[in-house]
């Protein structure tokens, strides 16, 4: 992998990154539009668009790469390991920070959720009364998980995406276990 | 080093200047509600210019940091490491910057957060709206994020130097054969 291979390659990680993000909230417009057909299905669409293009971009953009830096340069030296992987955590680490900037108040809702929820259990079974906020309406619950999933996302990035890291490590290093084996 | 020094400035301080001026379109925009003898709106121009205040002091402060200190703000981010750790010196830095820059947003969006509040009990004020109290989770979620913001500036150090490690172990579980891909061998 060369300099240039691994900046294009990062660009479009982070510009995958943030096009799953704008998706999402395509999904959740598709539920709060009116009953009208036409709005909800135009969401979803361009919800599924995006969704493909951030998949691409994450996960099979060789052939973008490759359109991006052109012929390869055989002169260019390979970049060692520490560079793609700390390339890599950089990128993922800031574009995590900055999903988790608008995802603060989620957080403290769901802590204070964690603080009460035994509560609002053993009134469950006990005096078999159901929390006010579980009746909210279908598109506030949807709402609700989209921004947990955004969170979970902004954390798992936060974290250096460990899992993303390691599958993208494999398509170009040999893990140093199996050499020795 | 000094080139990395050179590009840690040109970065902040193109981020800082891009948050001010964003301030400042929200400052112009909001300025025709202030004419606006008791409406409602008057509470958002009022917060809108108390953001701007605190930002500009804000902004120029940093400003003022990486033009005037600019080397030892700079030394500050680059950081100084042992000979025998040279090859990876990029690395804290790199994640430091990444850091204060995502520090520079948050500081932008927290104080936009803060300005939100103040406009909120100023609203409150007027008996009309006194009823419509701002939830208690953006409350607390914009009073955090300044704190954050403070501590990203700072450069995070717990963090990068968590992140340095982490990356450092998980650089040991891959050796480069050749240090060419499978695909680029190929083609």
């Known amino acids: 992998m060369t300099r240039m291979y691994l900046m294009a390659r990062l660009a479009l990680t982070v510009l995958g990154v943030f096009i799953f993000i704008e998706s999402m909230r395509y999904l959740q417009l598709a539920w709060s539009v009116g009953d009208k057909w036409g709005p909800p299905v135009c969401s979803i669409g361009i919800f599924l668009l995006l969704s493909f293009l951030a998949c691409r971009f994450l996960f099979w953009s060789d052939a973008w790469v490759e359109r991006m830096i052109g012929p390869c340069d055989e002169d260019m030296p390979p970049v060692s390991c520490i560079l793609v992987v700390g390339g890599f955590r950089v990128a993922l680490v800031f574009c995590g920070l900055l999903i988790l900037?608008?995802?603060?108040?989620?957080l403290i809702r769901v802590a204070a959720f964690i603080v009460v929820?035994?509560?609002?259990?053993?009134?469950?079974?006990?005096?078999?009364?159901?929390?006010?906020?579980?009746?909210?309406?279908?598109?506030?619950?949807l709402r609700l998980i989209i921004s947990l999933a955004k969170a979970a996302l902004g954390i798992y990035l936060v974290l250096g995406a460990p899992r993303f890291l390691r599958w993208q490590m494999s398509k170009f290093y040999a893990p140093a276990s199996e050499d020795q084996e | 080093m000094n080139d990395l020094r050179k590009l840690a400035r040109?970065?902040?301080?193109?981020?800082?200047?891009?948050?001010l001026i964003r301030h400042a379109i929200g400052v112009i925009a909001a300025l025709p509600y202030l004419f606006y003898g008791g409406s409602p709106l008057r509470g958002y121009a009022v917060g809108?210019?108390?953001?701007?205040?605190?930002?500009?002091?804000?902004?120029?402060?940093?400003?003022?940091?990486l033009i005037w200190k600019a080397d030892l703000l700079s030394a500050k981010i680059t950081g100084i490491y042992e000979s025998d750790q040279?090859?990876?010196w990029w690395l804290p830095f790199t994640f430091r910057l990444a850091a204060v820059c995502a520090g520079i947003l948050y500081l932008s969006w927290g104080i936009s957060a803060l300005a939100s509040i103040i406009a909120t009990y100023v609203r409150m004020a007027d008996p009309r709206f006194a009823n419509r109290p701002m939830p208690w989770e953006r409350l607390v979620g914009g009073i955090i994020q300044l704190p954050l913001a403070i501590y990203l500036l700072c450069g995070a150090p717990h963090f990068v130097r968590w992140q340095v490690k982490k990356t450092l172990e998980h650089c040991k579980r891959w050796e480069e054969p050749d240090g060419i891909s499978d695909q680029e061998a190929a083609s």
């Open chain 2, 86 to 88: 040279a090859e990876v």
């Open chain 1, 101 to 106: 900037s608008g995802r603060i108040e989620i």
């Open chain 2, 10 to 19: 040109i970065i902040l301080v193109g981020l800082g200047i891009y948050v």
């Open chain 2, 48 to 65: 809108q210019l108390v953001s701007f205040a605190l930002f500009a002091v804000c902004s120029g402060l940093v400003i003022y940091a």
């Open chain 1, 117 to 141: 929820a035994p509560k609002i259990i053993v009134n469950m079974i006990i005096h078999k009364h159901v929390d006010g906020v579980f009746y909210m309406p279908g598109r506030s619950w």
